[in-house]
């Protein structure tokens, strides 16, 4: 198994321009998570989806899109770049039990300038 | 969701036994107390969890206190490799949540 694998692993972007972080699992995990990482804190929750076709805002949601068409991709859209949301994305899966351990994929670092 | 506090960071000298403590006095009998590391520049990864007996596994031990308001995660030898950020997680299994919510956690230094 791969796990959770995730591209790009760094991206620079101008403000005001559009991308698409993509996140996929191979462990037909029900659950996927997006979440943020600014330095020196936490990770903050985006967005997650329980399921293919069910997504639901976290913590800190505003400029991000997602969308689950498939249980194995999670994609995570920024709309219009700001740089505010320069900071490392870490995509994450887990299955529905809630003793499941949850896996993380290796993050993107995005910069926007 | 019911909050964990953990100390910001702590140090340990190599090879010694490392006790890293996690407050949560709020706690739900269905919360299970969640621990995991992020090891520098790469995602978090699982260490241990439990729910009201001691758990041991083949990376740590994690001790819950009987009243369930505190735990503690037991490295017995700690090792250049450990120095991480450690979270203590509170998840509750009864209320279909799955996201997992991260404080700051400790920032784990390790002296050669």
């Known amino acids: 198994n791969a796990g959770v694998t995730q591209t790009p692993k760094f991206q620079v972007l101008k403000t005001g321009q559009s991308m698409t972080l993509q996140c996929a699992q191979d462990?037909?995990?029900?659950?996927m998570s997006w979440y943020r990482q600014d330095p020196g804190m936490g990770l903050r929750l985006i967005h997650y989806?329980?399921?293919?076709?069910?997504?639901d805002q976290g913590e800190v949601p505003n400029g991000y899109n997602v969308s689950r068409s498939t249980t194995e991709d999670f994609p995570l859209r920024l709309l219009s770049a700001a740089p505010s949301q320069t900071s490392v994305y870490f995509c994450?899966?887990?299955?529905?039990?809630?003793?499941?351990?949850?896996?993380f994929g290796p993050g993107t670092r995005l910069t926007v300038l | 969701d019911a909050k964990t506090t953990q100390p910001n960071s702590m140090e340990s000298n190599e090879e010694e036994p490392v006790h890293l403590p996690c407050n949560h006095s709020?706690?739900?009998?269905?919360?299970?107390i969640h621990w995991y590391r992020q090891l520098p520049s790469q995602g978090p990864e699982y260490v241990i969890h439990?729910?009201?007996s001691n758990v041991n596994n083949r990376m740590a031990s994690l001790a819950i206190a009987e009243d369930r308001k505190s735990s503690t995660l037991i490295l017995h030898r700690a090792t250049l490799r450990d120095a991480a950020v450690y979270y203590c997680?509170?998840?509750?299994?009864?209320?279909?949540?799955?996201?997992?919510?991260f404080g700051k956690g400790t920032k784990l230094s390790v002296i050669p």
């Open positions: 994450a899966s887990r299955s529905r039990r809630s003793t499941d351990t949850q896996y």
């Open positions: 462990m037909n995990h029900e659950y």
């Open positions: 989806s329980v399921g293919a076709g069910i997504t």
């Open positions: 709020t706690i739900s009998g269905t919360d299970y």
């Open positions: 439990g729910l009201t």
């Open positions: 997680i509170l998840l509750d299994s009864g209320a279909g949540s799955y996201q997992l919510t």
